[in-house]
C-alpha cells in the first residue's frame, strides 16, 4: 500500500492542524494504522495507532487528549487531529501501516510508510 501524508504546516502554539494520509494501491481496510513523528535531532517516535476497524485505539501520554486518530476506510483514508500544538510538538509526521496485530508502536514493525509532512509550531 502506498500512503502520502498532508496537511502539515507552520502554527502557532494553541493552533490546530488536521493531517491527512491517503492510502492507495492494497485494501487499506486490512491495515492497522500508526502516526510517528521525528523531532530535530530526535528517534522517530510513535505517536498513534488505530486498529484497522477503527475501535481500538492508542496514544503516546505527551499527546493524549490533544490529539485525535481516526480513519475513513471508505475513502482509504486516515487523520491526525492536531489541537494545543505546542512548540514541543514541532516535528516531522509519518504514517505508516501494518498488516501485525494492533498495539505495535515501534516503526519497525510497520511495513509502509508514506513521507512525511512538517508541522513547525511557533512560541
Known amino acids: 500500500v502506498q500512503l502520502q501524508a498532508s496537511g502539515g504546516g507552520l502554527v502557532q502554539a494553541g493552533d490546530s492542524l488536521r493531517l491527512t494520509c491517503a492510502a492507495s494501491?492494497?485494501?487499506?481496510?486490512?491495515?492497522?494504522i500508526g502516526w510517528f513523528r521525528r523531532a530535530p535531532g530526535k528517534e522517530r517516535d510513535i505517536v498513534a495507532t488505530?486498529?484497522?476497524?477503527?475501535?481500538?485505539?492508542y496514544y503516546a501520554d505527551s499527546v493524549k487528549g490533544r490529539f485525535t486518530i481516526s480513519r475513513d476506510n471508505a475513502r482509504d483514508t486516515a487523520f491526525l487531529q492536531l489541537n494545543s500544538l505546542s512548540p514541543e510538538d514541532t516535528a516531522v509526521y509519518y504514517c505508516?501501516?501494518?498488516?501485525?496485530?494492533?498495539?505495535?508502536?515501534?516503526?519497525?514493525?510497520?511495513?509502509?510508510w508514506g513521507l512525511g509532512t512538517q508541522v513547525t509550531v511557533s512560541s
Open positions: 494501491g492494497r485494501t487499506f481496510s486490512r491495515y492497522n
Open positions: 505508516a501501516a501494518t498488516s501485525k496485530a494492533f498495539g505495535s508502536t515501534i516503526p519497525s514493525a510497520y511495513e509502509y
Open positions: 488505530l486498529s484497522w476497524s477503527g475501535g481500538y485505539t
